[in-house]
């Protein structure tokens, strides 16, 4: 199940048809650019207006009957590394998608085949034209074993995907744009997917090329993806957008809303409860999460650790961070036990890093954090956000690799880091918090215990901080630091905090930060 999609797919109710043209051209990000950039200088037409009728009615079960059939998968012959197989249209994904195969010297549509797939006790398929698009596709590998056809990837949904390295299970997802997301005042805008290119690969080869169309009320553009399969599945991201006028968009709609936040390299994650939540949910499992915390490496030097929460109410918080160096959501709890969950191993899941390519300039990343009741909805949206807004109708290009990894890929991105916050009532004076934060990493560890690092704390103007310790925490082989705050009472305004251990002169640990609510 696909979470987040629901108001994106109510929200975005074919798209304007890609025409080949010479189907003798180089496909190359330039050659999608000039075609987003003429769709961008005419009105966003939705392609959920040429589904037809039969697929828009479909209701869960219905739909679940439709499965692709596994041998007619693209590439199948010529023993080539990759294959596609493609979702159908219909219940939430309402938004046709049209997909070409492209070599350097080819270029052809792939047409809608309806014996591609099985419909059970269905009765629609003599009523769908062949015309019609899919509603995206999964991309096959031998990731995990020889001769053994893992699913690498998906593409499904508005402009969502999610990928796999080595031995993980599907958790957070990523984004081509998020437009508007997490403002309080203006509803937040889906863009599409709604032309893929697939590069068909050689064999022999280790990586697969595609590029996409992207398109929404107010932008268009133009996407590159190289992906390379393994350990850490690492994609090269290259894009180029084009706003449409002002004149343009209202035109179509006349209540559609300004771009007052453009998120670049969105992604989309869950987090019902961990270790640092004080919202309690009846659940036998002691930790449900795709991700517990947003990672990022400013350009002054500093690494911060902001912990994810499930509020009660939406939450975005703002960073500043110009030029920004990295960014990601992890998964730090990497044990069978913090879980307890033999179907839905989040153990398994996947950390995804977004390193820039070159300076992104002005800007800050955003959290988002909406309040949910249970873990089948992604309620976390991390992103970078420039300061301004691109110019209408000038190409706007930024690029970055994603690094979708476990392992020690948190030790690599950040060696001395928190490993986990605890939160509760102070038993001595109710009026009180007190934090818990395990900090862990090869130089704290080369502290002697006699002579504890000195945290450096910083609280909000509506609390108070009462007290603070560091102490080590020889069970863990960690510096545990506990932070005694109290807040303004009855204010309902957050109270923020950050701790950075210190040792002599030297910073020593990523600097943990956090938003803390009223329970």
């Given at each position: ?6 108001l994106a ?14 189907e003798s051209?180089?496909v190359d990000?330039n050659?999608?650019?000039r ?9 966003f ?5 040429d589904?037809?009728?039969v ?6 079960d219905?739909y679940r ?8 998968a693209?590439?199948?012959?010529g023993?080539?590394p990759f ?5 159908h249209?219909g219940y ?8 070409y195969e ?12 309806r014996d591609?797939?099985?419909y ?7 009523n ?8 995206g596709?999964r991309i096959l590998y031998?990731l ?10 998906a593409?499904?949904g508005?402009?969502?995907?999610r990928?796999?390295g ?5 958790g957070?997802?990523a984004?081509?744009?998020?437009i ?8 937040e ?13 050689a064999?022999g080869?280790?990586?697969l090329v ?7 009320v107010s932008?268009?553009?133009?996407y ?5 399969p ?8 290259s894009?180029?957008?084009?706003f ?9 709609d006349?209540?559609a ?10 992604l ?7 270790k640092?939540?004080?919202?309690k949910f ?6 449900v999460?795709?991700?517990?915390g947003l990672?990022m490496?400013l ?11 499930n ?7 703002v ?6 160096k ?5 998964q730090r ?8 969950d033999?179907?839905n191993?989040?153990d398994l899941?996947p ?13 800050a990343?955003?959290?988002v ?8 909805e ?5 992103f ?13 290009r930024?690029?970055y690799?994603?690094?979708?990894e476990m392992?020690?890929?948190d030790t690599?991105?950040?060696p ?7 939160i509760g009532v102070?038993p ?5 918090r ?14 002697p215990?006699?002579?504890?690092p ?17 102490f080590?925490?020889?069970e ?9 705050m ?13 701790c950075?251990l210190?040792?002599?002169t ?5 600097t943990?930060?956090?938003?803390w609510?009223q329970?």
């Amino acid at each position: 199940m696909w979470r987040g999609l629901i108001l994106a797919v109510a929200a975005m109710t074919v798209a304007n048809t890609v025409s080949l043209g010479d189907e003798s051209a180089v496909v190359d990000l330039n050659y999608v650019a000039r075609q987003a950039l003429d769709r961008a200088r005419r009105p966003f037409r939705s392609p959920s207006l040429d589904l037809p009728s039969v697929l828009r009615t479909l209701n869960y079960d219905q739909y679940r009957q439709i499965r692709f059939r596994r041998g007619q998968a693209l590439w199948t012959s010529g023993d080539l590394p990759f294959r596609v197989e493609f979702f159908h249209p219909g219940y939430l994904y309402q938004d046709p998608v049209h997909l070409y195969e492209f070599t350097s010297t080819h270029l052809q549509r792939i047409r809608f085949v309806r014996d591609f797939f099985d419909y059970g006790n269905l009765h629609v398929q003599n009523n769908l034209p062949t015309d019609m698009g899919y509603a995206g596709f999964r991309i096959l590998y031998q990731l995990n074993a020889t001769n053994v056809w893992d699913e690498l990837g998906a593409f499904l949904g508005a402009s969502y995907f999610r990928l796999l390295g080595r031995d993980q299970r599907y958790g957070q997802s990523a984004r081509g744009l998020a437009i508007n997301c997490g403002e309080a005042t203006v509803p937040e805008e889906f863009p599409l997917f709604t032309d893929w290119w697939l590069g068909k690969p050689a064999k022999g080869d280790t990586d697969l090329v595609l590029y996409a169309l992207l398109d929404s009320v107010s932008c268009t553009g133009a996407y590159e993806f190289h992906i390379d399969p393994g350990n850490i599945t690492a994609v090269d991201v290259s894009a180029i957008l084009y706003f449409r006028s002002r004149k343009v968009v209202l035109s179509a709609d006349t209540n559609a809303p300004a771009v007052n936040t453009l998120g670049l390299a969105p992604l989309t994650s869950m987090f019902w409860f961990g270790k640092n939540s004080e919202r309690k949910f009846d659940d036998y499992r002691p930790e449900v999460h795709d991700a517990d915390g947003l990672l990022m490496k400013l350009n002054d030097g500093r690494t911060l650790w902001s912990p994810l929460d499930n509020p009660a109410s939406l939450r975005n918080e703002v960073f500043p961070a110009p030029n920004i160096k990295g960014f990601g959501l992890l998964q730090r709890e990497r044990d069978f036990a913090d879980y307890q969950d033999s179907f839905n191993r989040y153990d398994l899941e996947p950390s995804v890093w977004i390193q820039p390519h070159g300076n992104w300039g002005p800007g800050a990343i955003h959290l988002v954090e909406l309040s949910s009741v249970w873990e089948g909805e992604d309620n976390v949206v991390a992103f970078w956000a420039p300061a301004t807004n691109p110019v209408p109708l000038q190409p706007y290009r930024f690029g970055y690799t994603m690094f979708w990894e476990m392992g020690d890929a948190d030790t690599r991105l950040s060696p001395n880091r928190v490993v986990s916050t605890r939160i509760g009532v102070d038993p001595a004076d109710s009026t009180c918090r007190i934090f818990m934060l395990d900090f862990k990493g090869q130089e704290l560890g080369h502290i002697p215990l006699f002579d504890p690092p000195r945290a450096i704390v910083n609280c909000g103007t509506n609390a108070t901080l009462v007290n603070t310790q560091v102490f080590p925490c020889p069970e863990l082989g960690a510096w545990r630091v506990e932070l005694k705050m109290r807040p303004q009472l009855p204010s309902p305004a957050p109270v923020h905090l950050d701790c950075t251990l210190e040792y002599g002169t030297n910073i020593v640990s990523e600097t943990w930060t956090y938003q803390w609510n009223q329970p």
